[in-house]
């Protein structure tokens, strides 16, 4: 079994401010770990994924995650925020049969 | 590749009609996958198929729900009769699935369409 839960489903910042989106997960196996932006009337892209190499990853747009499996956690940072972030954010947990489970979602706003 | 391709993008119909969503996925890809959004519940797992075969349909809402997936390159999400609850975008996504790999299990996700039943 697996879950992945987002702790905060709104997250406001000012532009320019660093951004913390938070996610915690359970899984039985190892597993892959992604995060999924999605502007408004869009689909969902990848911003970012681990796969059992590095613990810190790096994705497009300037975010990066770092994966603890001491905290069960895969919290997603960008060091300076732009407005263009202003989207909502999914957390996913993956094992190897091929299913996914997503987070509720953290809406992003980022203030001028 | 010109990834997850969905149509129509936009489809607005009366209860009572039937209605038909289609997906390719991308080439190669053997995992594809339904899923509704709306405002009230998110994002919901429908259904998924891997190698055309439906393996886990218990997101489905409903009978008047049902997918097929008749071969490697195209998918069809059927409601009848549909209802104004129905009315959600709907997305498909594909994968490269399979027993471990840095690559695997990602998904692509197509553009989405646009249900509104009145």
């Known amino acids: 079994a697996q879950s992945v839960t987002q702790l905060d489903s709104h997250v406001s910042v000012s532009e320019g401010t660093p951004v913390l989106l938070r996610c915690n997960y359970s899984s039985s196996y190892s597993p892959s770990l992604f995060w999924y932006v999605q502007h408004p009337n869009k689909g969902l892209q990848l911003l970012l994924k681990?796969?059992?190499?590095?613990?810190l990853v790096k994705g497009i747009n300037g975010f990066e995650a770092e994966f603890k499996k001491s905290e069960t956690s895969f919290h997603l940072t960008k060091p300076s925020a732009h407005m263009s972030d202003a989207a909502e954010y999914f957390c996913?947990?993956?094992?190897?049969?091929?299913?996914?489970?997503f987070g509720d979602g953290t809406t992003l706003t980022v203030k001028p | 590749d010109a990834g997850v391709i969905q149509s129509p993008r936009h489809e607005v119909t009366e209860m009572g009609q039937e209605v038909t969503l289609r997906c390719k996925p991308i080439?190669?890809?053997?995992?594809l996958f339904w899923y509704r959004q709306t405002m009230m519940r998110g994002l919901e797992l429908l259904i998924y198929?891997?190698?055309?075969?439906?393996?886990?349909d218990s997101g489905m809402p409903e009978d008047r729900f049902s997918a097929k997936m008749p071969n490697a390159s195209f998918s069809t999400l059927k409601i009848q009769p549909s209802e104004p609850r129905d009315s959600a975008v709907y997305f498909c996504a594909s994968s490269l699935g399979g027993a471990g790999g840095s690559s695997y299990n990602e998904q692509f996700f197509g553009p989405g369409t646009r249900l509104t039943v009145l």
């Open positions: 996913v947990v993956s094992t190897n049969a091929g299913k996914s489970t």
């Open positions: 080439s190669g890809h053997d995992y």
């Open positions: 198929f891997n190698n055309n075969v439906p393996i886990d």
């Open positions: 681990y796969t059992s190499a590095a613990t």
